[in-house]
T-cell receptor
């Protein structure tokens, strides 16, 4: 059972454009939603994260939008740059279990073309 | 650089063999998580240790085991290896067992022939 569904699988965006990646979750107990960025040959790195008590969080060009009632959250990358080309993973965790084990989406490969 | 180190970087072995992957967490981090990344399954949580004790278990096979030592480094042991075990294995560390930010290491790529 896939608890976090991510789309699209791949995305091609022109430089300067907006990249949008969507995720949906099933477990309403999840209370922490991070996005990770992974470059080839590297481990995932935390990009930005949100908790369900806010509907939006912005850090630089990266924004998470969160819709608790729809159980969906999305990553927006404004003014996308070729250096943003990477694989992006959404994830979710439930802190009440005393562990922050992450459940990941399948990933979105983003290519930003000049 | 996340501060998490993993060795070896690459490992090639044969079916039926046993291997040990090593992870050193960031200085001061008490918690270590292990994840497996494969093309078909994506990134999956395997197991977590906190200050030497097992804290949570995910989709970890019985052929796999892990431990965390007093110096807080962790080892993931994979035995009776099968072709399907070929994957990237990441460890991540965090300060406590229930804080959010996990810092991932560069991974160990395991190839089972």
């Amino acid at each position: 059972q896939q608890q976090v569904k991510q789309s699209p699988q791949s995305l091609i965006v022109q430089k300067g454009g907006i990249s949008i990646i969507n995720c949906a979750y099933e477990n309403t107990a999840f209370d922490y939603f991070p996005w990770y960025q992974q470059f080839p040959g590297k481990g995932p790195a935390l990009l930005i994260a949100i908790r369900p008590d806010v509907s939006e969080k912005k850090e630089g060009r990266f924004t998470i939008s969160f819709n608790k009632s729809a159980k969906q959250f999305s990553l927006h990358i404004m003014d996308s740059q070729p250096g943003d080309s990477a694989t992006y993973f959404c994830a979710a965790a439930y802190s009440g279990a005393g562990s922050y084990q992450l459940t990941f989406g399948k990933g979105t490969k983003l290519s930003v073309i000049p | 650089d996340s501060g998490v180190t993993q060795t070896p970087k690459h490992l090639i072995t044969a079916t039926g063999q046993r291997v040990t992957l090593r992870c050193s967490p960031r200085s001061g981090d008490l918690s270590v998580y292990w994840y497996q990344q494969s093309l078909d399954q994506g990134l999956q949580f395997l197991i977590q240790y906190y200050n030497g004790e097992e804290r949570a278990k995910g989709n970890i096979l019985e052929r796999f085991s892990a431990q965390q030592f007093p110096d807080l480094h962790s080892e993931l042991n994979l035995s009776s290896l099968e072709l399907g075990d070929s994957a990237l294995y990441f460890c991540a560390s965090s300060v406590l067992g229930f804080t959010d930010t996990q810092y991932f290491g560069p991974g160990t790529r395991l190839t089972v022939l």
